[in-house]
């Protein structure tokens, strides 16, 4: 036990990053710290990050979140995964499901026995039909995994869409029940002690001060604390990620409620789907040096559902991450951080990483710099791994339509990630840096899905008896079709067990 434990915490900013922070210390210090929480009304939030990633489950339930509750009061509805609609090449239309393709077949990842199949028959399904959350998203339904033995019923997850200016609201409501102090007003300046420079207060523009011992800078883009104060200095992967420009626009819900975002490829980008109970999201992101913004706004609302609710809310943005997350007293978390655009609905989880990586390594009073080194190291690999996904959705590209996609298609891309394309390409094996992000399964659903095929296959999986495989895929395949066939339809789960109060998003 520490002799100089941290007795302030203060968070600059609010939105999900600064109260998913609140909610999180509040859980894990009770009345042992005074946590406060500085926000403004003047200045808006981001608020793109509408779908996330299964790891928000747990997250949730750490805090001790009643789901139910938590989807009635967010208008939330469940992600089975992502439905990518024009991607590789016009017309291409593949699924990247939150889970896998079946169980191993004596330790070989079943893709590598079907690339077997598929050589020698002809007729055999896509690979597609062995991922349960594809068949579940083709003929929209839902129901949660089973939690009987392991077996079909519950080899998936699945994740949320949900409105994040009422998950903020939600977790502000736990939040301030748990102790956390909230201040409004606009800050206009900040005080450092003048041997250490550490940061020891923010001073509003009302004359107030808010002193603290710990600052978590939860500003968003322009970085207040982490690159107002200390300069840590931004990493630009804008050459391997062009976009630069989104556009967000709410529209009227429709009837059917699908379970899984949409990403379809665009002249210069890509639009987003997002369902939920109450309104559908939806957003154009796109590089302004490939099109206009006349020309995104155009786009945007041409691919509605259903009628716009307001005018499309423009942002700009540079890809990349802060050099370090962590410095002295100070640490972001959030866009403050980093920003990866949105197409693999990573932006709370790498909050949540963050959280979770602080709360691993939470100093006293002395801000040891070991422990702040290991966090900026482990931020700064899982930024890095999240980013290679992402640029290899525009990599694999076939299409040269535009003068966009022959850009992507020909950029230079990181070492590793070539690495992981020639090794899929030539074996059918997935090489992962990362043991704990996007998996085997989530890098065959978008390597296949936009139609790199392997060359070979592992040679031993030709040691099985091709009969015996052949009926294995078939049991398997016919055990997922009447499960799928026995579970309802996504709306009509969410209206039985978890339909939100329709006044919900009035709320002040």
């Known amino acids: 036990m520490s ?16 109260w998913m922070s609140a909610a999180s210390l509040a859980r894990m210090l009770g009345k042992s710290c005074a946590i406060r929480l500085v926000e403004s009304p003047e200045i808006g939030t981001v608020g ?7 790891t928000i489950r747990y997250f949730n339930r750490a805090l001790g979140i009643d789901e139910a509750e938590f989807i009635k009061k967010t208008q939330a509805s469940y992600k089975l995964g992502i439905e990518f609609r024009d991607w590789g090449h016009i017309g291409n239309n593949f699924f990247h499901g939150f889970g896998n393709f079946g169980p191993a077949i004596e330790s070989r990842s079943p893709h590598l026995h079907w690339l077997r199949l598929a050589r020698e028959f002809k007729d055999m399904p896509s690979y597609e039909a062995w991922s349960l959350t594809t068949v579940m998203a083709r003929q929209n339904r839902f129901s949660p995994p089973s939690d009987q033995i392991p077996g079909v019923s519950n080899d998936y997850s699945y994740a949320y869409h949900f409105d994040a200016g009422l998950y903020a609201r939600f977790l502000r409501d736990y939040a301030v029940a748990r102790g956390v102090e909230r201040i409004e007003g606009m800050i206009d300046a900040v005080e450092q002690h003048p041997e250490t420079g550490n940061i020891t207060a923010v001073k509003l523009r009302d004359g107030r001060r808010v002193e603290g011992e710990l600052f978590i800078d939860c500003s968003g883009f322009r970085g207040l604390l982490i690159e107002g104060v200390y300069q840590a200095g931004y990493e630009d992967w804008s050459a391997m990620l062009p ?5 967000a626009v709410p529209c009227a819900k429709v009837e059917k409620m699908t379970p899984y975002t949409r990403s379809t490829a665009q002249p210069a980008g890509w639009a987003w789907r997002i369902p939920l109970q109450h309104r559908t ?5 796109y590089c302004n040096h490939f099109t206009s913004d006349e020309d995104a706004t155009r786009v945007l609302l041409e691919g509605l559902d259903g009628a716009a609710l307001g005018e ?3 942002l700009r943005f540079t890809t990349g991450r802060r050099r370090q997350s962590w410095v002295k007293n100070c640490v972001a978390i959030g866009l403050s951080s980093g920003f990866l655009e949105p197409l693999e609905s990573t932006s709370i989880n790498m909050i949540e990483n963050a959280i979770g990586w602080l709360l691993q390594f939470f100093p006293d009073r002395d801000f040891r710099p070991q422990l702040a080194a290991e966090f900026n190291r482990l931020v700064s690999e899982r930024y890095a791994y999240v980013r290679d996904f992402i640029v290899l959705h525009y990599k694999l590209t076939q299409r040269d ?8 298609a020909n950029m230079a ?6 690495h992981q394309i020639d090794l899929f390409r030539e074996t059918g094996h997935v090489m992962l840096y990362d043991k704990e992000g996007f998996g085997v399964a989530s890098h065959i659903s978008i390597m296949m899905g936009q139609g790199l095929v392997p060359k070979s296959y592992d ?3 030709d040691q099985l008896d091709l009969r015996q495989l052949q009926i294995h895929f078939k049991n398997l395949r016919d055990a997922m079709a009447q499960l799928t066939q026995a579970m309802p339809d996504h709306g009509d789960y969410i209206r039985r067990h978890v339909a939100a109060d329709p006044l919900t998003d009035l709320a002040a």
């Open 459 to 461: 040679p031993f999986v």
């Open 312 to 314: 499309p809310r423009q």
């Open 401 to 408: 339509d535009t003068e966009f996609w022959r850009y992507c």
């Open 243 to 247: 976009c630069n420009s989104a556009q």
């Open 3 to 18: 002799d100089r434990p941290i007795r302030q915490i203060v968070i600059v900013g609010g939105g999900t990053a600064g």
């Open 281 to 285: 999201g939806n957003g154009h992101v």
């Open 48 to 54: 793109v990050g509408e779908a996330t990633l299964p």
């Open 413 to 418: 891309i990181p070492d590793t990630l070539q």
